[in-house]
DNA sequence: GACAAAAGTTAGAGGAGGCTAATATTACCA
DNA sequence: TGGTAATATTAGCCTCCTCTAACTTTTGTC
């Protein structure tokens, strides 16, 4: 991957990545108007990405992502999705709120936290949860508890 | 409280209150140093943070937080603290990772998402969690491991 | 108590992101 | 095909945060 993008590019590029979907086209006004930002603003973002090829821009014309652009924005939507999950069914949180932390968050967690992430929801998924159980969680249950999870680990 | 700070304004605030810790007073070179920002940089923010009455700031003297900024200051290192331990508990991250980690996700979660985490952290700590156990986590067990949650949670 | 070192501030500049108003280009339709 | 509506860009401005270089204030030592 490129060089580490800030989080408003990365926005822009999962943003640009949905409304593309399968056409795989997008304009610059349905960019601001799902971004909730000024035609302009978009003009900008959209050179800063072309510099860094991530997008296929040229002036006046629609706008896709390029292979490098594709990777990325399936990265940051790969950590929403997963972060939003979390948010909603582990924690409990409102749709609508878990949908939005995970927006904020995404920007600030990198593979490992994300990895780790995917594997503790699959260890959730697969093998829960004793909450009747009555286990006690002491410091080398919590030991057995992470290797339990890595065993669940995978993509 | 007050306005809803910058990220770079929290991240102030939490080194003001770890530096200044019992004593109640720090410098502004100290929060240069273990910020790693230059000493002009600090002088800017002092003053954003004393516009909004979260620090006591004079000229060429020593910084402490108001009550406001205490008050503030606990608000982002209690998420630090939740979302640390999350990442190195239950996670298994590496403690740097963990914390490096929560140092940029602090800015990005807001209260309920964190009184949520601290309830599932508190009903894992008291009564997880049987890898052994061997409940299948279907739909309903989902909603059972919920509830479960919610009965551990406090602050 | 004077003077050097340490600490802090001012001045000036730059990058990133955002906005509005004005201008240019494209597209569509009679 | 010409003209208007829609779309996109440019120009100019602002805020936030950072920096270096230069200057000022405070402190501590002889």
Redesign the interface.
Known sequence: MSEKLSASLEDYIEAIAELAGSVGETRAADIADTMAVSRPSVTVALRALASRKLVNYRPYSTVSLTVEGKKLAAAVLRKHRILSRF?C?????DEK?ADS?AC??E????E??TD??V??LA?????????????Q?DSE??I???????KYGKN
Chains 1, 2 share one sequence.
């Open positions: 948010f069914e582990i924690l409990g949180a709120l932390a904020k968050v920007h600030a967690i990198g490992e936290i780790r992430l594997e503790f260890f959730i998924d697969n093998c829960p949860l004793a909450a009747r159980g009555g286990f969680y249950s919590r057995e508890f992470r290797e339990e999870v890595e």
